[in-house]
């Protein structure tokens, strides 16, 4: 299996900047379906996304505890600082991401708007999720059928970069 670093490596023409893994020739991806077929195909992919979101414990736990708990701890800091300062502002964050980390929420928020985004964006985010399982090693071809991303979702999900990065696909989804 291909490996995706946990953590980026620097570039040692700049070492503040992180080097990025060069994304995957998107052109490939669907190509040769008319637009009645890509927008079946990619219907019918969004589905297998979505029952690999609600289904899969990977996926739950890390929306669990990337969503839930920087929200804990940047609410924390904002009543910190109101209250202490700076310093306040500090302890607030830090308090706020322990009871975070001690709180279990619910997910299926993110996973409903992903669920309701229109054709345009539901398309825009099977091309970042099919990027993502490419990156870790799946062929364009592999990801052009329901059955395809299913299996290649399941494939990479013991990979945290591969789960992080369709996390963030979906939040940039209903975010931007």
């Not at 708990?69 to 308090?95: C, D, E, T």
């Not at 322990?98 to 099977?126: H, N």
Request: hydrophobic letters at 35%; a negative charge.
């Amino acid at each position: 299996a291909h490996a995706i670093p946990a953590t980026m490596a620097t570039s040692a023409d700049s070492p503040n900047e992180p080097d990025i893994p060069d994304l995957p020739n998107m052109d490939d991806y669907m190509n040769g379906y008319d637009d009645d077929e890509r927008e079946r195909r990619s219907s019918e992919t969004h589905g297998e996304l979505i029952r690999f979101l609600t289904q899969s414990k990977e996926m739950r736990t890390t929306a669990k505890s990337s969503l839930k708990q920087s929200l804990y701890a940047g609410g924390g800091a904002l009543a910190g600082s109101f209250i202490g300062g700076p310093v306040g502002g500090l302890l607030g964050g830090v308090v706020g991401s322990v009871v975070g980390y001690l709180q279990s929420d619910e997910y299926d928020g993110l996973v409903l708007a992903v669920l309701k985004l229109e054709e345009t964006r539901k398309q825009t985010l099977m091309k970042e999720v099919a990027a993502v399982l490419m990156i870790a090693g799946a062929q364009a071809r592999q990801l052009e059928s329901a059955d395809g991303i299913r299996e290649q979702l399941y494939r990479f999900a013991d990979q945290e970069a591969v789960r992080d990065g369709v996390w963030k696909a979906c939040v940039s989804s209903v975010t931007t």
